[in-house]
């Protein structure tokens, strides 16, 4: 294992964990103000949220440091339970009034665009694979082909919404297709942790993720791009009503 690298990667995956709260906290009070929400209640709101953020991501930290995401020999993963907690979050969500009004004063584009986070974040598999703590089928030069939503993601917003043109059914597809590949992301990372589900034996195992703060990759930037995704389909079908 390179230290240097490693270094590199525990200060690369806090700072991408920062800009993506930092753009959640900007387009939350964005929309407040779209719905005309007085400033006081706005600033409560945006505040409570980043609060509520940064609990979470200090919650499954001190559970990484104590070692509990590193037993891999339990079933189901330990890493199930940083992970689809914010997920189930999401979808309810999705079910409330209110959270519905935020997304249609959101531009549709916006939910499309953001999604070019995962360019560095792909390119950041990769330096980790070349640190020796990731497996190659993590990267792009292996089975993970995550990087093809953030290459298209300008492109998509660009030409999805241009000039008033609104390409909805083109939009849910691309969508669906950038939870195919989380998906696919999220099992190979599974089925290369040293677990009983282990099917990749090569060399490192992606053991990594339980330790901090690579837990916040699957407890935190995981279900913010399956977040993201589910909402921009929401907010295309209720804008498409």
């Given at each position: 294992m390179n230290n240097t690298i490693y270094i590199l990667a525990q200060l690369a995956t806090t700072g991408i964990v920062i800009g993506l709260i930092l753009l959640t906290l900007l387009g939350l009070n964005y929309a407040l103000r779209r719905i005309r929400i007085i400033e006081e209640q706005r600033r409560i709101i945006v505040k409570f949220t980043g609060l509520g953020l940064l609990c979470w991501l200090l919650i499954i930290g001190l559970l990484a440091v104590r070692g509990f995401f590193s037993n891999f020999d339990v079933l189901p993963p330990r890493i199930a339970l940083a992970m689809l907690p914010p997920i189930v979050l999401s979808v309810i969500l999705m079910r409330n009034?209110?959270?519905?009004?935020?997304?249609?004063?959101?531009?549709?584009?916006?939910?499309?665009?953001?999604?070019?986070?995962?360019?560095?974040?792909?390119?950041?598999?990769?330096?980790?694979?070349?640190?020796?703590?990731?497996?190659?089928?993590?990267?792009?030069?292996?089975?993970?082909?995550?990087?093809?939503?953030?290459?298209?993601?300008?492109?998509?917003?660009?030409f999805f919404f241009w000039k008033g043109r609104r390409q909805q059914k083109a939009a849910i597809l691309w969508n669906i297709s950038g939870l195919a590949l989380l998906l696919n992301v999220v099992l190979i990372a599974t089925v290369s942790t040293p677990s009983p589900l282990r099917y990749f034996h090569n060399e490192p195992s992606t053991a990594i993720i339980g330790d901090f703060p690579f837990i916040w990759i699957p407890g935190f930037i995981v279900p913010f791009a399956v977040a993201i995704h589910l909402f921009s389909i929401k907010q295309l079908f209720m804008n498409g009503r």
């Open positions: 009034r209110v959270f519905q009004l935020l997304l249609k004063a959101i531009p549709e584009k916006w939910l499309i665009v953001v999604q070019v986070f995962r360019i560095p974040m792909e390119l950041y598999l990769w330096m980790c694979f070349l640190g020796g703590f990731l497996p190659f089928q993590m990267t792009f030069e292996g089975l993970n082909m995550d990087i093809l939503i953030g290459i298209t993601a300008l492109m998509a917003g660009y």
